[in-house]
Each structure stands twice: as C-alpha cells, then as structure tokens.
C-alpha cells in the first residue's frame, strides 16, 4: 500500500528557496502520477505540480510555473519539489499526493479528486 511521508517545509523569507520531499515508505512502485497540492487557510486545496511516471513529463499551475520543479528519484518512490523564489502567497500546507493507474482508467494531473493517496501536508511559511 502506498504511504506517503512529506517532509522540509518551514519558515522562509521571501525570494528564499524550499525543497519538500515526499517518500512512498510502502515502495509501492505503483504511482502512475505523483503530485503537489497546497491549501492556504480560507482557500480550496489547489494543484501545484505533477510528473508522470511513465515519461517523467511534468506540469505545473501557472502561479508556480518558473520557480518550483517537480522531480523524482530513479524509482520514483521519491519526489521532491523545489520551490524557488518564494512568494508570501506561495504560504500554505503542502500535501503530496499520488494516482495509481490501471488499464482502462482515466486519470488527471491537476484534479485532486483523482488522486488516490494523500500525505500528511507540510507547512510552509513565506515571511515578506
């Protein structure tokens, strides 16, 4: 069963960078997607980044796209988002998220509703 464990959130000054990891502890080895969400305090959960395993491809929201890159090790048990450039907006709890695929099964990069295991979030704080 996948387990995701997310660590390196934090306080940082703005332009200061973060790097979050995110570990399937249940070596799976069966995410077809991993992604970042985040949800600021009075705001929907929104999608931050993905990869896709299959050809590593990665996607990122428009509000990130520049300054954060979305990576995983060679077995994809572990993803890490850099976030670069801070932003007090980019403040938030930070959640890794993971989609399992199977033949015949839609699935989507950017909508939590399809993702199939979630961690326990991260804070991250962005101090202007």
């Known amino acids: 069963q996948v387990q995701l464990v997310e660590s390196g959130g934090g306080l940082v000054q703005a332009g200061g960078s973060l790097r979050l990891s995110c570990a399937d502890s249940?070596?799976?080895?069966?995410?077809?997607?991993m992604g970042w969400f985040r949800q600021a305090p009075g705001k929907e959960r929104e999608f931050v980044a993905g990869?896709?395993?299959?050809?590593?491809?990665?996607f990122y929201a428009t509000s990130v796209k520049g300054r954060f890159s979305i990576s995983g090790d060679n077995a994809m048990t572990t993803v890490y988002l850099q976030m670069n450039n801070l932003k007090p907006e980019d403040t938030a709890v930070y959640y890794c998220?993971?989609?399992?695929?199977?033949?015949?099964?839609?699935?989507?990069?950017?909508?939590?509703?399809?993702?199939?295991?979630w961690g326990q979030g991260t804070q991250v704080t962005v101090s202007s």
């Open positions: 998220a993971a989609q399992l695929g199977s033949a015949g099964r839609s699935y989507s990069i950017t909508a939590d509703t399809y993702y199939d295991y």
């Open positions: 249940g070596r799976t080895f069966s995410t077809f997607i």
């Open positions: 990869i896709r395993r299959s050809d590593r491809n990665t």
